[in-house]
């Protein structure tokens, strides 16, 4: 199974991301049209507290128009390694100091539309300091016990994508952490 691009047109170019319309030819030579968004490496963090719960985060999002329960994340800067993002985004997000970084793995959160990869990893934690957001970030630091994630996602209460993974990640590996 393979698509060939025959033609590619950027029809937009924005602060995080880019849109490409391309043209394909597929394997039986039939041509097809696919919209792709073109985003950078990004990076989510599962963190544990020394008494065993988890910092998350509440925002709102524009694009479901409502605050959702999330992972901590963040893009990586243009050639910055997922590690210093990571350790970035945390500190700027909860305030928290990284005892302990361990990968977990990487997702594709949408591969019919969109480049973006997503490595994500665990921390265990130190000091609490002061987060230091964006101009335009609102977050709120949440904590939640390992029992208190399983009934919000069983509840339906998480729909974000990339917390689900990571946190799926994390209970696959727990063990070895």
């Not at 391309?22 to 039986?28: C, G, R």
């Not at 945390?90 to 019919?112: A, C, H, M, W």
């Amino acid at each position: 199974m393979y698509e060939k691009t025959v033609a590619r047109k950027t029809v937009y170019e924005g602060r995080i991301l880019n849109v490409d319309v391309l043209d394909v030819e597929l394997e039986t030579g039939r041509m097809s049209v696919r919209e792709i968004v073109r985003h950078g490496v990004a990076v989510a963090i599962i963190p544990r507290l020394p008494d065993g719960r988890f910092v998350f985060i509440r925002q709102f999002r524009k694009p479901v128009e409502r605050i959702c329960f999330e992972v901590v994340a963040g893009n990586c800067d243009p050639g910055e390694d997922p590690v210093v993002s990571a350790e970035r985004e945390l500190k700027e997000e909860t305030g928290y100091d990284i005892q302990r970084l361990e990968n977990l793995g990487s997702i594709f959160p949408s591969v019919g539309y969109c480049t973006e990869r997503i490595d994500i990893f665990f921390a265990e934690l130190g000091e609490a300091g002061a987060p230091s957001f964006d101009d335009d970030e609102r977050i709120e630091s949440v904590i939640v016990t390992e029992e208190e994630m399983g009934r919000m996602i069983r509840d339906g209460e998480i729909q974000d994508a990339k917390t689900l993974a990571a946190w799926m990640l994390y209970q696959t590996k727990k063990a070895e952490l």
